[in-house]
């Protein structure tokens, strides 16, 4: 049932802009509409859960210059999750890894902001071939990502 909600309503698909802009930039990988589990243990103001889990629809995209992964929770709108350079990806408190089965985010959730507190993750679930990931710049990278990225994955309205 609930793939056949995430079609109808095209749930984890890229906007059109955003779609060409990808485009223009050399795409390597694209797929939208995928599974994607959140995991959350901590505080963030408006949230506080222990072990909360939560499934998602989004998409993850490789670019000859980026990795860029979305949520999405409503049609036409995909709030991202990680937008990190090749390049720009050699430190910071979010840790990725790239893999057959897709791309997990892992994050201290601490370092983002010092009113939050405990820890997320993020996998997004995607079949990845060989030689797509023989491609890749980099398997692993490691970032920094706003606090915004943080209230969205934990599905908390976000005011700076």
Do not use: C, N
Not at 123 to 146: N, Q
Not at 152 to 157: I, L, N
């Amino acid at each position: 049932m609930a793939v056949i909600v995430r079609r109808l309503f095209g749930l984890g698909r890229l906007p059109a802009d955003l779609r060409a802009e990808l485009d223009r930039e050399g795409l390597i990988y694209l797929a939208e509409q995928i599974a994607v589990t959140r995991r959350f243990s901590g505080v963030i103001p408006g949230l506080r859960a222990s072990h909360s889990v939560a499934s998602y629809v989004g998409s993850l995209t490789f670019t000859t210059l980026r990795v860029l992964a979305t949520l999405s929770v409503v049609p036409k709108l995909a709030g991202r999750a990680v937008d990190v350079r090749w390049d720009g990806a050699g430190a910071g408190a979010a840790s990725a890894h790239i893999s057959a089965t897709g791309l997990r985010l892992d994050l201290d959730v601490a370092t983002v902001d010092p009113r939050f507190s405990g820890g997320l993750s993020l996998y997004f679930k995607a079949a990845i071939d060989d030689d797509v990931l023989a491609r890749l710049p980099l398997r692993s990278l490691a970032f920094d990502v706003p606090a915004e990225y943080v209230f969205r994955a934990v599905g908390v309205t976000y005011s700076p």
